[in-house]
């Protein structure tokens, strides 16, 4: 789903933290200021983000701008796929979260299905890398690249996390109510195809 509004935003928002980051001259810094304001305007207005939420968002961050990336692990039981209940919207997803400093991808997978789902697991495959932008969430102030990974059972029982409050295995043709921030019926959808064809490529656009 494109948003141009978004990407304008989005785009506006990274050029001015790069020129906060480098530039020297103080009237630039203060029209890259003044960028800043701009694009949380935008999101402010598009979203149900406030204003000052959204410079607080932005303000944290420093230095040249490149997409956050969001690890999802994907673990199947029989023909039915795990998910969590999130507390912040009471709807469902794969366990993960934003990538962790120090921490591969696959770790983070591993660690996430612990912490949001009880289960000991290991990483065993990379199912999709995709541009959050393609695809149709909801509008959202950060540019993301969401990684798939398989993850097998090994251990565990399941348990709820601090950010969740139920976990369950779904079939392909009877998904919960979806929290589409994180993840959408159509990429929950590529996922089973994997579970019947193994040897399908990975995904990545």
Known sequence: MSYKWLKWAQRIQALSQSGLAFSKDKFDVERYLELHEISAEIMAEYTELNFQKVMNL????????????????????????????????????????????????????????????????????????????HHAHPPQPYHYYKLFIRCKIVGGNAKTGIETKDINFFPEHDLPTLSTGRNTEHQLKMLFEFLRNPDKAAVFD
């Open 58 to 133: 932005f303000s944290n961050e420093t230095g040249y701008q490149t997409p956050k990336v969001d690890v999802r692990g994907v673990v199947f039981k029989e023909d039915r796929i795990l998910m969590v209940k999130e507390k912040i919207d009471d709807k469902w997803s794969l366990p993960g979260g934003f990538c962790d400093i120090g921490l591969s991808a696959s770790e983070n997978a591993v660690k996430e299905i612990k912490e949001e789902a009880g289960f000991d697991v290991t990483a065993t495959r990379l199912l999709a890398i995709l541009d959050m932008n």
